[in-house]
């Protein structure tokens, strides 16, 4: 067996996103980096590649895959209760010191982080899903738009069998990228890792193509959701949080905002973990910047209401939850408050209220993918 590298490089197809330039160089859409890569070199993410002028792109395997709540997404507003199924592949377009899914993102980059790939097809990971009771198909662990072709791939599928389908992403896209994926995406859960555009480029990215994602994902209707990982030190002012906060609440109140707590990984174990208070703190400057849904994430149990999904408009709680699990569900069916019929964004038709049996034997990793091949 060669290296990772070379594993990976057998199981490819020619990519869709993107454009063939003079000499065999070629153009890659599939992210914001916009890479111009020539033959026989790879993009930045490493994945993909260009050999005689043709761009090759990850296809046919898969490094991780399991069944959980869809509040571990998250996805708050989108069919309480019910399972997703995620997968992923391998390797990131970004490099977060802090990043928690480091074992597949940076595969390709980091000799510590081994997480061998599993041969599947769409087929196959959809019927496991169905087989699990799965409401939706999520593309997360890696960053799933630099493997955007396969993504659709299997989303096709899932959409043929009756799912709903997601991406957990940096969001650091282009409009050629969501232009191919807003037909096949029903939920997009965007990392909007701080507002400060050098701190981005620490991380390997730039502000602007995240903004630009987010706006064009709600103007062309995918529910988004926005996650920050609230890290002490890197992405926490207040002015910073407010700028964000501002940033979001202009594109739309509506879209929920999660603060998550940072633990010490990777290469940030020196960093303190974020506190409860901390998370308080950036959840008010959400509210006060005019987010109408606002939640804490990470800490379950010590947060007090920041975990539930209370009406914007009379206070009432909607929907209790602690951690992954909803503990009452209180939303009409057509996703009102019952008490002031304030309508609430999301998508609910088919919501669960209580959360499904916990997945637990519905766990499944690259081995028993292997076995279904
Ligand atoms: S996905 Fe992004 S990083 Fe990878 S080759 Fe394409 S543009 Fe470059």
Redesign the pocket.
Known sequence: MGTLAEVLNTRVREAELYERQHDAWVR????????R?PDGA????K??FNRGGTLYAPWGYVAGAQCDPIEKKPFFHAWPGSLAFSFGMLGC?LHCAYCQNWVTSQALRDPQAVSPPADATPERIVAEAVRLGARAVVSTYNEP??TSEWAVAVFRAARAAGLATGFVSNGNGTPEALQYLSPWIDLYKVDLKGFDDKRYRTLGGRLQPILDTIRGLHAGGTWVEIVTLLVPGFNDTDEELRALVAFIAGVSPDIPWHVTAFHPDYKMSDTPATTPTMLARAARLGREGGLRHVYAGNLPGRVGRLEDTCCPRCSAVLIERRGYTIQRYGLAPDGACPTCHEPIPGRWDGGARRSAPSPGRARIDRWSLLDMS
């Open positions: 890659c859409v599939a992210c914001g980096h916009a890479c890569i790879a993009g930045v993410c994945v993909r377009d738009l630099i």
